[in-house]
């Protein structure tokens, strides 16, 4: 069975854009260098045509990816339907109990974490510690110095 892929709606809009692109405009580039670089002559010794060869290979597993990403993609519902429960786009501000630092994260899915821009994917460790909570209750995960513990401040969808 094909891996699933969580992703927010806006995240669904900005792959059927990117694969927008990269099957019209960029294949059009890619093919126009492939062309000029085949009139400088030999092409085994043609160091132009070899990197736009490469071009085109990591053109075509791009949109491999985005294809395979769009066909097994589950769209997160982010209605409040279950509002006050930590889900996949909730946004929560949390506090670490050890430090005492208050921080701000959106549980999403594995294609849009980024944790240097506060996007924290489910399957990590917090994320698996923070579905289902509420405000108030403390998500407790094992990282490798020991138990990690965040309460929960609020939650927004």
Same mark, same amino acid.
């Given at each position: 069975?094909?891996?699933?892929?969580?992703?927010?709606?806006?995240?669904?809009?900005?792959?059927?854009?990117?694969?927008?692109?990269?099957?019209?405009?960029?294949?059009?580039?890619?093919?126009?260098?492939?062309?000029?670089?085949?009139?400088?002559?030999?092409?085994?010794?043609?160091?132009?045509?070899?990197?736009?060869?490469?071009?085109?290979?990591?053109?075509?597993?791009?949109?491999?990816?985005?294809?395979?990403?769009?066909?097994?993609?589950?769209?997160?519902?982010?209605?409040?339907?279950?509002?006050?429960?930590?889900?996949? #786009?909730?946004?929560?501000?949390?506090?670490?109990?050890?430090?005492?630092?208050?921080?701000?994260?959106?549980?999403?899915?594995?294609?849009?974490?980024?944790?240097?821009?506060?996007?924290?994917?489910?399957?990590?460790?917090?994320?698996?510690?923070?579905?289902?909570?509420?405000?108030?209750?403390?998500?407790?995960?094992?990282?490798?110095?020991?138990?990690?513990?965040?309460?929960?401040? #609020?939650?927004?969808?």
């Amino acid at each position: 069975m094909a891996k699933e892929y969580k992703i927010t709606s806006a995240r669904l809009r900005e792959l059927e854009n990117e694969l927008n692109y990269l099957t019209t405009t960029r294949e059009l580039e890619v093919t126009e260098l492939i062309k000029e670089a085949r009139s400088f002559g030999d092409l085994s010794e043609n160091s132009e045509y070899d990197e736009a060869k490469n071009e085109q290979a990591k053109l075509y597993g791009r949109i491999a990816e985005i294809k395979n990403i769009l066909q097994n993609a589950i769209v997160i519902d982010e209605s409040d339907d279950q509002k006050g429960i930590v889900t996949l #786009g909730s946004t929560l501000k949390v506090k670490d109990l050890e430090s005492g630092e208050t921080e701000i994260y959106t549980i999403v899915g594995s294609q849009e974490a980024d944790p240097m821009l506060g996007t924290i994917s489910d399957d990590s460790p917090f994320g698996r510690a923070c579905l289902g909570k509420k405000v108030g209750e403390v998500a407790v995960f094992e990282a490798p110095f020991g138990a990690i513990r965040y309460e929960i401040l #609020g939650i927004e969808k």
